[in-house]
């Protein structure tokens, strides 16, 4: 098993910045890529960055790349989002979430999900 906490939502003005964090604890972190995912009200959860358990490769959603950056820290535990130039659209429930192998970008790739952490950006 692993846990996943994610932390670091709030409200921001559009234009701003945040940097989520995800504290992952149970089985090895450095064994799992991880990924970050979305959910808006009423519409599906949706992938946000991907990256590999040692951080030589990352991916991203048309929707954010080039304003966020996706990293992690094996030695802490932790994964990051680190969310700039922020849009009214990035409103949402951001989750990260565990699998073993590859990164993948659909929701069902995924075995651990964190609680989720909410992001709104005013406009």
């Known amino acids: 098993q692993v846990q996943l906490v994610e932390s670091g939502g709030g409200l921001v003005q559009a234009g701003g910045s945040l940097r989520l964090s995800c504290a992952a604890s149970?089985?090895?972190?450095?064994?799992?890529?991880m990924g970050w995912f979305r959910q808006a009200p009423g519409k599906e959860r949706e992938f946000v960055a991907g990256?590999?358990?040692?951080?030589?490769?990352?991916r991203y959603s048309d929707s954010v790349k080039g304003r966020f950056t996706i990293s992690r820290d094996n030695a802490k535990n932790t994964l990051y989002l680190q969310m700039n130039s922020l849009k009214p659209e990035d409103t949402a429930v951001y989750y990260c979430?565990?699998?073993?192998?590859?990164?993948?970008?659909?929701?069902?790739?995924?075995?651990?999900w964190g609680q989720g952490t909410q992001v709104t950006v005013s406009s």
């Open positions: 990256i590999n358990w040692i951080a030589t490769s990352t």
């Open positions: 149970g089985r090895t972190f450095s064994n799992y890529a």
């Open positions: 979430a565990a699998r073993g192998g590859a990164i993948v970008v659909v929701t069902t790739g995924y075995n651990y």
